[in-house]
């Protein structure tokens, strides 16, 4: 079945020395063989055992128990490793799945494509692979460190220093990775919140922020009606960029994309800004817990705008000069979320959010409002909603709006401002 092999120096070099105990080799038909060392190149299996080096066809094995001193690397996963040690990621991924494309459940060779994975800039497939990797095995030092790696990449330190704890074993190198991210994270929680830092903890402004949050948490209470069944989690940057960690775009004030996270890196307390953007922020978690994904991004900034504070009608003005040219954007075209908008877009957009949504508060007061935002709760299409809940279709309210920007216009120039 196996065949005796005389191999050059150079492979037994690639391969490495046994290190004790014993690759148990399990053919198709159930006999078992122990070598000392064992290895797959190209369609063969090879294995050394009592000097003697020998080699079987693949579609013979069954799989390689490989003894935990040991290691079964495929000589494409030394290639990706290589390729990637001298810098050509792209080939690194290629060797990668090579090798995976021969055995998919190889341990090594889903490391190497989550190392070249990561060196591509593609930090999320990096840690789903890591973690195949170590659904795997689970007990993997370098499996746990790749998705630290990934994790880190991704902004989600404390995960990733879970990972790194579990791969200390490996030595310096993860230790100093894990020393990198800071100091340990510290929590404030509450029946309502949870606060995290992203880099060296502060309690004083973790303490101040739940204070903002909680008075504003009685207040939205009140005046929708409803609450998030959950607490919302807000996150506290206090190291590294805000934009880095979240990807948010260069004009975010914060990002909320289920957790809160806003960058307060310098601050000592709540600010005048930061409760204006805590506000903000919390109102989308508010409409989310109740809407879900059902509510338009006009109507999700317009009510996070009128919350935070401030004239509701501030942005008419400004607004105006666009209603009379007709260069305003259909209502309709606002539905999806702002991420992908150049800033001046977008802030034509926030402007024209907080205007509409101040022009329905004028017609229907803050009950229309709730009523709006139960209807999107049930599930109905904004375009049905606005009707059934304040007699508007699009076209209605996006008329009816504009001729109100216009004659404020009006009024404005008239009084000479």
Not at 25 to 54: K, M, N, P, Q
Not at 131 to 142: G, H, K, R
Not at 370 to 397: D, N
Request: hydrophobic content about 45%.
């Amino acid at each position: 079945m196996s065949r005796r092999l005389l191999l050059p120096g150079l492979l037994l070099t690639l391969v490495g020395p046994a290190l004790g105990g014993a690759d148990a080799i399990v053919l198709t038909s159930g006999r078992v063989i122990e070598a000392d060392h064992a290895w797959f190149e190209g369609g063969e299996l090879r294995y050394r055992r009592g000097g003697v080096l020998y080699a079987l066809p693949r579609t013979l094995v069954s799989r390689v128990d490989a003894a935990p001193e040991t290691a079964l690397v495929d000589p494409d996963v030394l290639l990706s490793r290589d390729r990637l040690a001298q810098g050509d990621a792209a080939e690194a991924l290629r060797f990668a799945r090579i090798a995976l494309f021969r055995m998919p459940a190889s341990v090594p060779a889903l490391q190497a494509l989550g190392d070249a994975q990561l060196a591509l800039g593609d930090a999320a497939r990096a840690r789903e692979t890591a973690e195949t990797a170590l659904a795997l095995d689970p007990q993997s030092a370098a499996s746990h460190e790749l998705r630290g790696d990934a994790l880190a990449e991704l902004g989600e330190f404390v995960l990733a220093r879970e990972s790194y704890r579990s791969a200390l074993g490996k030595g310096d190198r993860v230790r100093r990775k894990l020393d990198a991210l800071g100091t340990e994270p510290a929590s404030i929680s509450s029946a309502r919140f949870r606060i995290r830092y992203d880099g060296a903890s502060d309690e004083p402004l973790g303490l101040g922020v739940l204070r903002v949050l909680d008075r504003a948490w009685e207040e939205y209470e009140k005046r929708l009606g409803f609450t998030p069944g959950l607490p919302v989690v807000v996150v506290l940057q206090t190291a590294r960029s805000f934009h880095d960690t979240t990807r948010a775009p260069e004009w975010a004030a914060a990002w909320n994309d289920g957790e809160i996270r806003v960058p307060v890196m310098g601050l000592e307390e709540p600010t005048p800004a930061l409760v204006r953007v805590l506000r903000h922020e919390l109102v989308h978690s508010f409409v989310a817990a109740r809407t879900g994904t059902n509510c338009p991004t006009w109507l999700h900034e317009g009510l996070a705008q009128w919350f935070e504070g401030g004239e509701p009608d501030r942005e008419d003005t400004t607004l105006a000069p666009l209603a009379r040219s007709g260069g305003l954007p259909r209502l309709e075209s606002l539905e999806p979320p702002f991420v992908g908008l150049s800033e001046t877009r977008a802030a034509v957009a926030y402007a024209q959010s907080l205007s509409v949504v101040a022009h329905l508060l004028k017609r229907g007061g803050e009950e229309g409002l709730r009523r709006l935002i139960e209807a999107l709760a049930a599930g109905i299409p904004a375009a049905e909603a606005l009707p059934a809940t304040l007699a508007l279709t699009y076209a209605e309210l996006q008329s009816d709006w504009e001729a109100h920007l216009r004659a404020k216009g009006r009024s404005v120039r008239e009084a000479g401002l």
